[in-house]
């Protein structure tokens, strides 16, 4: 991991609730792999199984990378700030927030570039990552690449994307603690609230009488993967018709930060959802996240602050009946590593003195005796440290459209 300096980097809605910006930040903050070293980018929301498995979590567990190998495993977060937030320049403000695209440098010896935010970034880089030595591994998503993806890793790369999958989460909709939401919302629902059919919580099935407040959706950046898997669940629920999200009413925010709704004015944040992983919440739950606006040694092993906390809308939504059962939206949130086809078949070893390539050292090694470092225990109880449950499978060149 060794992620350093980045603590002036903070999200807009943070940035805004401290009346400061944040700067650029400095040349070199990341570590710089060297030609020999596994470097990965994409998903906000599996970095952290990958960043504890290559080095280690916050209970004492070493990762990978201790072991004293030669080579690393290098994992690029999809931010460049430890809490998973994306950095805004000078001048920006809730309502038109201006990006700080930081950069990264994937080996050394070579400039900068722009740093791939979220697993469909993840995936477009790695497949723009060629012909000729490869700077990035592996994207972190949780999606399958698209068949039109594989199509240009085959004319770009000169071979298929491959993907295995080594842990499970779930998506759900997060709200403040104290909210008019009911205690859940059904994917059926969640299309008319942002498709704009719905806008205030008192129209929805059987919440006739809640709040006359109007409803504040709040969405992911569409770089995001969680983005996407959010999308193609309304998708799935609006009859396979992909729905249109209505400008007017939904807002796209910092994706898996609970500051998207916890800075926002009280009287917004009651009627805020936005879709958030299970996996982020463990994490904000066990204390890892300490307070980014408290400096190092100055209180600095304070939790993050408590009005950062949401909850989870599990209940029973409003539109259930014994003759229509249905249950609070529940997206499947898959955890996959997509590398080249090329570099599971390589006969190149990795570490000195082995016989495995990078791909069976570290993910998939199929009929070979040394199990990978992923599959392994000690790999599997670091993944469980991120909120996530270890869960490997291998889904070869499969796609989804």
């Given at each position: 991991?060794k992620?350093l300096?980045?603590?002036?980097?903070v999200s807009?809605?943070?940035?805004?609730?401290?009346?400061?910006f944040?700067a650029?930040?400095?040349?070199?903050?990341d570590p710089v792999?060297t030609s020999?070293d596994?470097?990965?980018?994409?998903?906000?929301?599996?970095?952290?199984?990958?960043?504890?498995?290559?080095?280690?979590d916050a209970?004492?567990?070493?990762?990978?990378?201790?072991g004293?190998?030669?080579?690393r495993?290098?994992d690029?977060?999809a931010?460049?700030?430890a809490?998973?937030r994306?950095?805004?320049l000078?001048g920006?403000?809730?309502s038109s927030?201006?990006?700080?695209?930081?950069?990264?440098i994937?080996r050394?010896?070579?400039?900068?570039i722009?740093?791939?935010?979220?697993?469909?970034?993840g995936?477009?880089?790695?497949?723009?990552d060629g012909?000729?030595?490869?700077?990035i591994?592996f994207a972190?998503s949780?999606?399958?690449?698209?068949?039109?993806?594989?199509?240009?890793?085959?004319t770009?790369?000169?071979?298929?994307?491959?993907?295995?999958?080594?842990?499970?989460?779930?998506q759900?909709i997060?709200?403040?603690?104290?909210?008019?939401?009911?205690?859940?919302?059904?994917a059926?629902?969640?299309?008319?609230i942002?498709?704009?059919?719905?806008?205030?919580?008192?129209?929805?099935?059987?919440?006739?009488?809640?709040?006359?407040d109007?409803i504040?959706?709040l969405?992911?950046?569409?770089?995001a993967?969680?983005?996407t898997?959010f999308?193609n669940?309304?998708?799935?629920?609006?009859?396979g018709?992909?729905?249109?999200?209505?400008?007017?009413?939904?807002?796209?925010v910092?994706q898996?930060?609970?500051?998207?709704i916890?800075t926002?004015?009280?009287?917004q944040?009651v009627d805020a959802i936005?879709?958030?992983?299970?996996?982020?919440?463990?994490l904000?739950n066990?204390d890892y996240?300490l307070n980014p606006?408290?400096?190092?040694?100055?209180?600095?092993?304070?939790p993050?602050?408590?009005?950062?906390?949401i909850?989870?809308?599990?209940?029973?939504p409003g539109d259930?009946t014994?003759?229509h059962?249905?249950t609070?939206l529940?997206?499947?949130l898959?955890y996959?590593?997509?590398?080249?086809?090329?570099?599971?078949?390589?006969?190149?070893p990795?570490?000195p003195?082995s016989?495995?390539?990078w791909v069976?050292a570290?993910f998939?090694?199929?009929?070979?005796s040394?199990?990978p470092y992923f599959q392994?225990?000690?790999?599997?109880?670091?993944?469980?440290?991120?909120g996530?449950?270890?869960?490997?499978?291998?889904?070869?060149?499969?796609?989804f459209?």
């Amino acid at each position: 991991m060794k992620k350093l300096g980045k603590a002036i980097t903070v999200s807009v809605a943070g940035a805004l609730a401290l009346g400061v910006f944040a700067a650029a930040a400095p040349a070199g903050a990341d570590p710089v792999p060297t030609s020999t070293d596994v470097v990965g980018v994409g998903s906000d929301v599996v970095q952290y199984a990958v960043d504890f498995t290559a080095d280690g979590d916050a209970l004492g567990d070493a990762g990978y990378n201790s072991g004293g190998n030669t080579n690393r495993l290098d994992d690029f977060d999809a931010t460049g700030d430890a809490n998973g937030r994306a950095g805004y320049l000078n001048g920006s403000s809730l309502s038109s927030p201006i990006l700080q695209n930081p950069t990264i440098i994937l080996r050394e010896g070579e400039s900068p570039i722009q740093r791939p935010n979220g697993g469909g970034a993840g995936v477009k880089a790695l497949i723009a990552d060629g012909p000729g030595p490869e700077n990035i591994s592996f994207a972190r998503s949780p999606n399958l690449p698209t068949a039109a993806q594989q199509t240009t890793a085959q004319t770009n790369l000169g071979t298929k994307l491959h993907t295995v999958q080594i842990a499970s989460d779930t998506q759900v909709i997060a709200t403040a603690t104290t909210t008019n939401a009911p205690s859940g919302l059904s994917a059926q629902e969640l299309v008319s609230i942002y498709s704009g059919a719905i806008t205030k919580w008192n129209q929805l099935p059987g919440n006739s009488g809640g709040s006359s407040d109007t409803i504040i959706p709040l969405i992911p950046p569409t770089t995001a993967g969680v983005y996407t898997t959010f999308v193609n669940a309304l998708k799935a629920a609006n009859g396979g018709t992909a729905v249109s999200l209505d400008g007017d009413v939904v807002r796209t925010v910092e994706q898996n930060d609970p500051s998207a709704i916890s800075t926002l004015p009280a009287a917004q944040k009651v009627d805020a959802i936005v879709p958030f992983p299970t996996s982020r919440l463990s994490l904000y739950n066990s204390d890892y996240f300490l307070n980014p606006a408290t400096p190092y040694g100055v209180g600095g092993s304070a939790p993050a602050p408590v009005d950062a906390s949401i909850k989870l809308l599990t209940g029973t939504p409003g539109d259930s009946t014994q003759a229509h059962p249905t249950t609070s939206l529940s997206i499947p949130l898959p955890y996959y590593i997509i590398f080249r086809e090329s570099d599971l078949q390589s006969q190149v070893p990795w570490q000195p003195g082995s016989t495995l390539n990078w791909v069976r050292a570290l993910f998939y090694n199929p009929g070979g005796s040394v199990t990978p470092y992923f599959q392994t225990a000690a790999g599997q109880a670091l993944i469980a440290a991120s909120g996530s449950t270890a869960t490997f499978a291998d889904f070869g060149n499969q796609t989804f459209n």
